[in-house]
């Protein structure tokens, strides 16, 4: 048979074992904290270590981590990245003779258009896809995602295409080239700068109108 006194003590018992674990963790928690604080010291150390201009991969000022390299900071490389996108848009997103610009999975089905023929709005396609989903397209071909060449039928349904597009945009902030740049230097790999594409953009366009001519 326990004492009076038997319960106060029990829960004494509890309440300095309790205290004792809490002071415990409240220690942990600082000794982890201390641990996150020099890490991330360390890790401010290392990107002040990084050379000026030199691509750091997955570090971006604002933003999710990116699993591309940042591209070089310099005009010449901006204005290169802006002619190049320029240049697929010629190449990818130009009228027909028919007066209609068509991604390529448009371009295979027979399927009422939305914009009538050269009333397309900026920007868009007589299809309703957007130059950045054309061209979108045309990259995830080249990298074995899909293909673009008639007669093949694997092709990248726009209903798993733009969203996929719009995803990368917003978790990665992806754009067009992204996917054709070196993943060390971040600049383009070889034959992915904007004078190919140039070059590329000016015989497709010689093509269209010699076939224009001969129509």
Request: net charge positive.
């Amino acid at each position: 048979m326990t004492g009076p006194h038997s319960a106060p003590v029990r829960s004494s018992v509890r309440k300095d074992s309790v205290e004792e674990e809490l002071r415990f963790l409240r220690n942990r928690v600082r000794e982890l904290e201390g641990e996150r604080d020099a890490a991330n010291r360390r890790l401010h150390e290392l990107h002040a270590s990084v050379a000026p201009g030199y691509p750091q991969i997955g570090i971006h000022p604002i933003g999710p981590p990116s699993p591309v390299p940042n591209p070089p900071n310099t005009d010449a490389f901006r204005a290169s990245w802006i002619a190049r996108t320029e240049a697929r848009k010629r190449k990818y997103c130009s009228l027909n003779r028919a007066g209609n610009a068509l991604c390529a999975w448009h371009d295979s089905r027979r399927e009422r258009r939305a914009y009538p023929p050269r009333m397309a709005p900026p920007g868009h396609l007589n299809c309703g896809c957007t130059f950045e989903e054309a061209l979108f397209e045309e990259s995830l071909a080249r990298h074995n995602i899909g293909s673009r060449h008639p007669g093949e039928s694997v092709r990248m349904d726009p209903a798993l295409r733009n969203p996929l597009l719009k995803l990368l945009e917003q978790r990665y902030r992806y754009r067009d080239g992204d996917f054709e740049r070196d993943p060390i230097t971040g600049t383009w790999v070889e034959g992915e700068g904007h004078a190919p594409w140039e070059t590329r953009a000016s015989s497709g366009s010689s093509k269209k109108r010699e076939d224009d001519r001969r129509s």
